[in-house]
């Protein structure tokens, strides 16, 4: 088994790419995805939320108010510690269950927005990064997305910086070009990736 950690900027292409490795066969574990999991109604992971923040951090009909939970985090670097120390051990253990779930042979790509500022690169057998200019990743965000300029420019701020994502990167998938110039470089990275998972399972 090869475990793979994949992560690059918002606007770069990620999920795309992610999307891209899921049909090559591809297992995927997706930290977001898991993140809103263990804390859906009824999870212990919502019950230890509400017991930090409070009830107003929960809806009437019992799911989390992402909303006002982000308003609180988001303001008081303290708190969001906080709230990672409940949430990332919980994300940690179902990546692990899905992981262990997976066949032997199998390419796991964790998909991991907060790889670079978690500094969790060691976690995986490789890092890729999906990289893209900051005019580029603007445009998406701007065009494709309808972000307004200001909230697409402090999100792309709030978030590591180019070079420090690079330097993580054992592959980087450089993404300025089409979606199928993308899947051109999906594809030879597929290649990469079972070539390493071949050597590495070699006795």
């Known amino acids: 088994m090869l ?4 992560t690059g900027g918002i606007g770069a292409g990620k999920s795309e790419a992610v ?21 859906a109604p009824g999870t212990p992971g919502l019950a230890a939320v509400v017991a930090e923040f409070g009830p107003e951090v929960q809806t009437p009909e019992g799911a989390l108010d992402r909303e ?7 303001a008081d670097e303290a708190r969001r510690r906080a709230l990672n120390a409940i949430v990332h051990p919980l994300v940690a ?5 899905l992981r262990e779930a997976a066949p032997p042979d199998a390419i796991v790509v964790h998909d991991v927005p907060l790889l670079a500022e978690n ?19 603007l445009d998406r965000l701007i065009r494709l997305r309808g972000m307004p300029e200001a909230d697409a420019r402090a999100r792309m701020a709030a978030q590591a910086g180019r070079e420090e994502r690079l330097k993580i990167a054992d592959f980087v998938l450089e993404n300025d070009g089409s979606v199928d110039d ?19 399972d070699r006795p």
């Open 3 to 6: 475990n793979v950690g994949l």
């Open 19 to 39: 999307r891209l490795l899921a049909e090559h066969g591809a297992v995927i574990v997706d930290a977001d995805r898991i993140a809103r999991e263990v804390v």
């Open 68 to 74: 006002r939970l982000g308003a609180i985090v988001f």
């Open 93 to 97: 253990e179902r990546s692990a269950e």
């Open 119 to 137: 500094q969790l690169q060691d976690r995986y057998d490789a890092v890729i990064v999906v990289d893209a200019s900051a005019d580029t990743r």
């Open 182 to 200: 993308l899947a051109r470089l999906v594809d030879a990275l597929w290649d990469r990736l079972r070539h390493l998972a071949a050597e590495r």
